[in-house]
């Protein structure tokens, strides 16, 4: 089941790239850079400062995790095809063992260790994972959804502004989570299943609004 998920979230996330860009893996884009500013936006929502007081914000920890993890898969989809790389993956990941420790210690181990070798940190981030809880097939339905949106948004005038990211007085975002609860994540076409829901709704309200 890991593989499957894995083949398919390398899959969405070459397709992605490739709307954003024809040809991105010859542009060598810095998503060493990319995991590197987002770990500092996820420490902020975790707390780091010993002058006041912070309760974490788990939920933004994790979709902070999510953005990293788009990045980690560019990273890892230089190596090779989805299906090759989603059975390395699978077999490293089968084999990490996280351990005990502090999250932000553990964090900042995994930027380090992302700069130093401008590659993704596979082992690293199974460990943040760990740390907040996050099993596999959350991250793979979170994922799934933020891509969907990611996709959704582009094929939808985000780049020339002409998306509307506010409907019915919610934001797309807060859309997305209500109709992926409604569908079965383990189905083969899931994010077609919730592109297509999301198509729908975004239609309706907008048609409202002209």
Known sequence: MMQQQLQAMLALQDEINTL????????????????WIESAELLDHYGWKWWKKQQPDMDQ??????DIWHFGLSLELQQGAPEKVA????????ATRPGQGDFREHLEAFTLNTLASRQFDLVGFAQLLADT??????????????NVLNRFRQDNGYQDGSYVKNWDGRE???HLAELSTALDAASSDYSDQLYRALA????ESTAALV
């Open 172 to 174: 797309d975002n807060e």
């Open 20 to 35: 954003v860009n024809n040809n991105w893996r010859e542009q060598n884009f810095a998503w060493y850079r990319a995991i």
């Open 200 to 203: 729908s709704r975004y239609a």
């Open 87 to 94: 059975t390395d993956m699978a077999a490293e990941l089968a």
């Open 133 to 146: 809880g996050m099993t596999f097939d959350e991250l793979y339905r979170r994922y799934v959804g933020k």
């Open 61 to 66: 920890v994790k979709l902070e995790l999510v």
